[in-house]
């Protein structure tokens, strides 16, 4: 499983290097729970970074909009973006969700197949009118998407396992991994969740306000607190494998 961690800007961006992140998620916690950040921050993160650590871009909490989502993605695709990743908050059907995330999918790709595609759903749906997150994997298969991810959209302080259970979250993974997906995992978790999302076999799990000093906007990511999650990870892996002698997909 690849630590994801969310930074805003370079300094946090080191944080996260040093701490261990394995995926450096560029995005703007102002602009909403995916909220887009700005082309030149993400082109210096990439810069920065080493390139054997991925980064990724949120391009935001997005209604219908087809054309504005493509073009954005297309933007981050520019700027170094290694994975575009789509919230879709505001549509309301599946048919459309697959329509937009095409148009997404087309546009990242002109920047090179290897890009990475995430579609994203939230776990609290019901609170913000979104599609029900257990259709997210069937429209990122049917939109030629490679990552399906849930994150909740209201950050109040309540996290994914207040709005799906144990069982729905495995359900979630079992379907991308079904149709070829990877399955990503977010929602202000905390330490504790680490390990429940390990033993469900997710193959990302994402954070910020658990590596940061403060909360989710104000406060700062810290390289101690990513190090507090990538050795985690690591120690789960060492025990998976003591456990089954064979190693974990990610």
Known sequence: ?????????????????RGGADIIDVKNPR??????SFPWIIRRIREITPRDIEVSAAIGDLPYLPGTASLAALGAALSGANYVKVGLLGVRSPDDAVFMMRQVRKAAKECGDQIKVVTAGY???TRVGSLDPSLIPEVAHRSGSDIAMIDTAVK???????????GRVKGFIEAAHERGLLAAIAGSLGREDIPVIYGLGADIVGVRSAVCDGDRISGRVRAEKVRELSD????????FNHRTGRGFPL
């Open 232 to 239: 985690l990870i690591r120690e789960l892996r060492r025990g």
């Open 31 to 36: 602009e909403g729970s995916l909220g887009a």
């Open 156 to 166: 109040d302080g309540r996290g994914l396992f207040d709005f799906m259970d144990v």
């Open 1 to 17: 499983m690849k630590l994801l961690v969310s930074p805003t800007d370079e300094q946090e961006a080191l944080e996260a290097i």
């Open 123 to 125: 776990a609290d749906a």
